[in-house]
Each structure stands twice: as structure tokens, then as C-alpha cells.
């Protein structure tokens, strides 16, 4: 492609216009600053320009136990195995509690996909929570667990989530989302949901007003093309649920895939820290309908995360205080931050840090004076 057709196209990103597949896929032939720069002007343009933001929450995994065994995680267990657990309500507490200690607004609660747990092992515990801890929501079951449920307990979706509802559940996390491209799926993980199921799952969680986000997992060995096409589903799932609904994903997320302890290793080639800032870029120009896009710290560490600020990132994800899935397949070796760490990423960038809930509104404006003053203990603590 020549280069004036390429600045036609930067062009035309930069104006508002929405890109096609194919205009898609050709943004990762161009010269990645070229592709950053306009990124970066439309992240200005569709969200508070001096504003990062970034959630206190926490990952709480209730049980390990999962029949799927995606080839990727390095997490799973099968109920054999001796390692093998299930939460019980007042562990769970425990940890809620030390996320309300911090000034925590949210938990993100997934396991594997359990044959064993009865359905009303859910329900309570969602009803424990909302009883005990008020003040904190639950998004709660990806897409592939709501899919176990349908196998299990012989309900289909929309009656499994006026259930969980009822019983205090305020959103579904986008997990099990990585490339929506069934032939990627079935190499990296054959028994994985597939990617008609993952959209009708979250398309029934939007009708019913739930929480929902998009996501995206890259470096499995997948194609421009596919992630483009990728870009485009969650992009038209958008559309129709704004539409139709008037709720749609509140913002996208990216990570970059980790193999370390898993049966990909050695086979699948991940991505580097270029390819992760490029697919940050392409994303926030493709994905004209979601002003929100989040980096991920834990996949490629915080300087890479602070640099995607300037690729199309708004949004320094969560502090984490607990994470267990990335940790488990390698990870970047940080899998908690404090919010000293992520006030100090968006100030050193020269944003001013904020800490938001679920739907990236603003809650706090932390005080960066006192947070950063030099202080021999906090630093050691961190």
C-alpha cells in the first residue's frame, strides 16, 4: 500500500469515519506512530483529556474445579487433582472484607466451570454478599460459566440471569472472549464457548440492563485479518445493544496472552510489547462506539501500560488486590498494584489519576500530593 493511500486512511480515522474490515486490517501495516497519533487524538476527543482513570477491586476466584481445560490456562483443575478447591461463603467474605479495608467498589468473581456446585451454591452466595457487604458489586459467571449453567441445571440463559439477578448480581466480566474467531478457538481450546454463544450470552445480560464488558486477548498466533474481524463483532454487539437496549459494553480490555505452565507454551507466540501497543491503537480507531479502552498492566508490565496511554488508553484497569488466572500462566510478575503505583503511572505521563467504578464514572480525585510525598516506609511497602 502506498503511503498516500495510507495517510488517506489515517485521514479518515482522524475524521470520525468508520473503517471498514479491510481498512481495519491494513491500520497494522502502517508505520506504528502514524497509527499511535491519531489513536491518541480520538481517545482525546472521546473521553476527558486529562483524566486516566483506574477501579480498586478485587479477583475472586470461588473454585478452581473446570471441565473446559483450555489448552491457555495454566489455572484449572479437575476435581481429582489435589489442589483442587471450592470457596466457602465466609472465605469469600474474608476477602471482600480486606477489599472494603482499601476503599474497594466492585469484585470480579469467576471459577472454573464446575460440574459439581448445585445452582443454589450461586444464588447464596450472591444473597451472602448483598446481605454482608452492601456496598460492593458483583459482577460475576463469564459467558462460558452462564453456558455450564445452561448444561447443568437444564435452564437457558435469560431464565439463569433473572435468577442470579434476583439474587444480587449486577454484571458480567467479559472472560472467555480472547480472538471471536472459531478457528483460532479451536486450536488454542477445542471445548472453549464459542463465539456465537459468548455474544448471545452477553446480548441477554444487556437486554436485562447487566453490566457487560468487551474484550480481547491477543498473541495466539492469530492473523491482522481476525483481529480485525474481532474489532468488528464486539463493534456491531455494540451497536445493536445501544440500539436496542440503550446498554452496551461499558469499555473494552486487552491483554496479551501468557503461556508460561500451560500447553501453549513453546506453540503459541504471544505478543510483544510493540504488537500489544499497536492492537491498543488499531482498537481505539475500530472501535468508534466505545469511548472507554483499558490497558493491562499485568500482561506487560507498567511502563508498557503507562505508554499505552498515549496509544488510545484512558484507563488504567484495577489495582487487583487479588489475582489468580494471569498469575498462574506467567503473567509480567505483578499481579496486585497499589493505588500509590497507579496515581504515580498517570502523573509521571501527565494525566490526572481518578478513581472510577464499573461504568468508568468518576468517584474520587485521589490527593496526589500527599499520595506521592516522599515517604521511606510507603515506598518500602509498595
Not at 481498512?23 to 480520538?42: G, K, N, S
Not at 454482608?132 to 441445571?153: D, N, V, Y
Not at 488466572?325 to 503511572?345: D, K, P
Request: net charge negative; glycine share 8%; proline share 4%.
Amino acid at each position: 500500500m502506498s503511503a498516500t493511500n495510507g495517510q488517506a486512511l489515517l485521514d479518515k480515522a482522524l475524521a470520525g469515519e468508520r473503517l471498514s474490515h479491510a481498512e481495519i486490517a491494513r491500520l497494522y501495516t502502517l508505520p506504528l506512530p502514524d497509527v499511535a497519533a491519531v489513536a491518541h487524538e480520538l481517545r482525546l476527543r472521546r473521553t476527558d483529556p486529562n483524566v486516566v482513570t483506574f477501579l480498586i477491586d478485587r479477583n475472586i476466584n470461588y473454585s478452581n474445579v473446570c471441565n473446559v481445560a483450555c489448552n491457555f490456562c495454566a489455572f484449572y483443575r479437575t476435581d481429582r487433582q489435589k489442589d483442587a478447591y471450592v470457596l466457602d461463603y465466609e472465605q469469600i467474605s474474608h476477602k471482600i472484607r480486606e477489599l472494603e479495608a482499601v476503599g474497594g467498589t466492585r469484585i470480579l468473581m469467576q471459577g472454573g466451570v464446575n460440574p459439581n456446585l448445585p445452582f443454589d451454591y450461586y444464588t447464596e452466595l450472591l444473597r451472602h454478599i448483598k446481605r454482608h457487604h452492601p456496598t460492593i458489586r458483583i459482577e460475576a459467571f463469564s459467558p462460558e460459566e452462564i453456558l455450564g449453567f445452561e448444561k447443568f441445571f437444564g435452564m437457558d440463559a435469560p431464565r439463569i440471569l433473572d435468577l442470579l439477578i434476583e439474587a444480587g448480581l449486577d454484571g458480567l466480566p467479559g472472560a472467555g472472549g480472547e480472538i471471536l474467531e472459531d478457528d483460532v478457538r479451536a486450536k488454542a481450546a477445542p471445548a472453549r464457548i464459542k463465539s456465537a454463544d459468548w455474544f448471545r450470552i452477553l446480548d441477554v445480560a444487556q437486554a436485562k440492563g447487566l453490566y457487560t464488558i468487551s474484550t480481547m486477548v491477543i498473541g495466539f498466533g492469530e492473523t491482522y485479518e481476525q483481529r480485525a474481524s474481532h474489532l468488528l463483532k464486539i463493534r456491531d454487539q455494540q451497536d445493536k445493544a445501544l440500539r436496542d437496549y440503550g446498554n452496551g459494553f461499558a469499555g473494552f480490555a486487552m491483554w496479551s496472552l501468557q503461556t508460561a505452565n500451560t500447553r501453549l507454551a513453546g506453540k503459541a507466540p504471544g505478543a510483544t510489547a510493540h504488537e500489544y501497543l499497536q492492537q491498543i491503537a488499531v482498537a481505539r480507531i475500530a472501535l468508534d462506539n466505545q469511548p472507554n479502552i483499558q490497558t493491562s498492566w499485568p500482561a506487560q508490565g507498567f511502563k508498557v501500560a503507562q505508554t499505552a496511554l498515549f496509544y488510545g488508553a484512558n484507563d488504567l484497569g484495577s489495582t487487583m488486590l487479588e489475582e489468580n488466572v494471569v498469575s498462574a500462566a506467567g503473567g509480567h510478575g505483578r499481579y496486585s498494584a497499589t493505588v500509590r503505583e497507579l496515581v504515580r503511572i498517570a502523573v509521571d505521563a501527565g494525566f490526572t489519576p481518578a478513581q472510577r467504578n464499573s461504568y468508568f464514572q468518576v468517584i474520587k480525585y485521589p490527593d496526589v500530593e500527599e499520595l506521592l510525598k516522599p515517604n521511606l516506609e510507603v515506598v518500602a511497602g509498595d
